[in-house]
C-alpha cells in the first residue's frame, strides 16, 4: 500500500443526514472513521451486519480497516483483527508508517502451519482443504467466542477460498460465518484482494453492503484511486465512483459533489470591480451565485482581469479563492504587483488564497473537495479557476469534465458565490481561434479579450458577449495592463471587423492607445 507522507484534514465534509438511532426501532449505525466515506454511506455501517470490502492489492483495505478498529476502539468497543495472510508484524509495520498503535486491540494470525506444507498423502479419508479449514474456522470461533468483539476484521477472503477447494463448500462456510456472528451483536468487515482468476459475486450477494475500491494508472502523474458501494441494503447511500487518496493517517475520500444536496438561500447582489468603464461594461458588475467566463488567446489579460476582480472583493471585505493550475502562486503575486495590484496584504489577513493546482497530482474529486472547503469553511464570496485548460488536463475524458464543471457551478450558484473561470483559446489572431473545451454554454457570463493590429502595433479589446444577470454594454472596448493595473479605454467606434484581428478605420479620428 503506498501513500504519501502527508496529514489528512480531520473535518470530513457535510454528509447526507443518516437515520437517527435514538428513535425507537432504529438501527444502531457505526462509523468508520474515515473522512468523507461516512458520508458516502449515508452515515457510517448499520451495525451487526457482515460487509465486504474488495480491491486489488495496494488500494487501502488494511488501511480502512485499521481505521474502523481506532473508531471502535475510540468509543470503548472491544476489536478483534484476524490475519490469514499477513503477520503481526507487517500489521504493525502498517501501523507505525500512519503513525498508528495496534494497542487495544487483538490481533490474531491464524497463517498456514509447517504442517501445511506436507504432501497431501498425510490426509488419508479427508481432502487437505477439508482439514484445514476446519480448523481455521474452529480457531476463528473460538476466538471470538473468548473475546466478544462488537468490531471484527477478517483479512482475508482470498485464502478462505483457497482453504475451501470449491465454490460451494466457500458459499457455505461464508454463510455459516454470517449465520454465526448473527446472534453475538458484531459489526464484521471481510476483505477481498479478488486475486481469484474469475470475480466472485457469491460473497457479494451474502454481504449486506459491499465497496469497492479500485487504483487508476495514467499515463503520467500518479495513480487514481476512486471508490464505490456497490450495495447497500436498506440505507440511502452516494452512488457513482468518488476519488481518495492514501495518506499518512489513513485514507481521506472526496464524496463526489451532488448540488442538489446543498441547498442554500441564494443572493443577487452586484459585485462592481471599481473600474468604471469595465463595471459600465458588464452593467453594473458581475452577480453573486453567477459564472463569468473570461475567454481569450494566451496574453490578453484574462488572468489579471481575474485577480482585479478577486482584490476588489477582498477590498470590500469579502473573501476569494484563487486555484491556478498554469502558473506558480509566486509568479501572480510578483505579477500582479507589478500591475499595481498588491495581494501580500489581503493574503495575509486571509481574504485572499491562492492554491497552485498540479493536475498531475490531485484528483479531480479532490480539486472539488478544496473548492466546497473554501466555500463553506472559508466563506468565500468569490472563486477563480484559472485555467479551465489545466482543469481539462486533470479529468480523464471531456464529457466527465463538462459534467462535473455543471455540478459545481451550480453548487456555486446555489452558494451565492461569483465564479470566474479562465479559458484559454489557441490561436492568437484571426477568426479561426478555437478552445480545448466549450464551457460557454455552462457560464452566466462570457468575456472575450482579443488582439487586433492598428498602425502597426498589437492592441487588446474587450468585449461581453452573453450575460445572464442582466443588461450590458454591447461596445467593444480597448483593454491595457499597465503599471496601474488593468485599464478598460473607451468604445472602438472607429474601427469595423476588431473581432477579425485586423480591423479597419470608419469615418473619423481612431483613438489613441489607452
Known sequence: MGFAMENIHQTPPPALQPEAP??????????????GLDDVLGGGLTAERLYLLEGSPGTGKTTIAMQFLFEGRRRGESMLYVTLSETIGELRGVARSHGWDLAGIHVRELLPSAEALEPDENYTIFHPSEVELGETTLKILSEVDQIKPSRVVFDSLSELRLLAGNSLRYRRQILALKQFFAGRQCTVLLLDDMTAMEHDLQVQSIAHAVIRLESLS??????????????????????????????RGGLQV???????????PASQQRLASGLPALDELLGGGIEEG??????GAPGTGKSSLAVHFALAAAERGQAAALFIFDESSQTLRSRAAGMGMDLAPQIAAGRITVRQVDPAELSPGEFVDAIRRSVEQDRVKVVVIDSLNGYLNAMPDERFLIAQLHELLTYLGQ???ATLLVGAQHGLIGMQMQTPVDASYLADGVVLLRYFEHAGEVRQAISVLKKRGGAHERSIREFSLTAQGVRVGEPLRHFRGILTGVPTPTNGTPPSQS
Open 290 to 295: 453567477t459564472s463569468t467566463l473570461l475567454l
Open 22 to 35: 435514538e428513535q425507537a426501532g432504529a438501527e444502531q449505525v457505526l462509523q468508520l472513521g474515515v473522512p
Open 415 to 417: 452558494a451565492s458565490v
Open 254 to 264: 472526496f464524496p463526489r459533489l451532488v448540488a442538489a444536496e446543498h441547498p442554500m
Open 218 to 247: 495514467v499515463d503520467y502523474g500518479t495513480a487514481r484511486r476512486r471508490l464505490m458501494v456497490c450495495k447497500y441494503r436498506g440505507r440511502q447511500f452516494r452512488g457513482g465512483f468518488h476519488d481518495y487518496k492514501i495518506l
